[in-house]
Nanobody
């Protein structure tokens, strides 16, 4: 089992930046592939970015490319999502997710159903 706790959300003006953190505990952090999802009101939960357990592979949805960066710190058991040039359409609850036993060290996962463990979410609001 792994417990995930997100932090770092808040209110920011368009064009600003936020860094989300996801602290993991309860299991071997390095054996999990990780992802950041978001869910806006009335919309499906969607992947924003994913990272392999090795940290060597990443994946971004098109809207996040060039603006968001996912990374992980094994010493701190934490995954980060650095978000720059934020837009109003980035407003959502952001969730951290973990997938145990990825296929390989470089595997990344984009489907919601691939992940077994979820955090409670952190709200990000981008104002115009």
């Amino acid at each position: 089992q792994v417990q995930l706790v997100e932090s770092g959300g808040g209110l920011v003006q368009a064009g600003g930046s936020l860094r989300l953190s996801c602290a993991a505990s309860g299991s071997i952090f390095s054996s999990f592939a990780m992802g950041w999802f978001r869910q806006a009101p009335g919309k499906e939960r969607e992947l924003v970015a994913a990272i392999s357990w090795s940290g060597g592979s990443t994946y971004y949805v098109e809207s996040a490319k060039g603006r968001f960066t996912i990374s992980r710190d094994y010493a701190k058991n934490t995954v980060y999502l650095q978000m720059n040039s934020l837009k109003a359409e980035d407003t959502a609850v952001y969730y951290c997710a973990a997938k145990r036993f990825p296929y390989s060290s470089g595997s990344v996962y984009s489907r919601r159903d691939d992940y077994e463990h979820w955090g409670q979410g952190t709200q990000v609001t981008v104002s115009l």
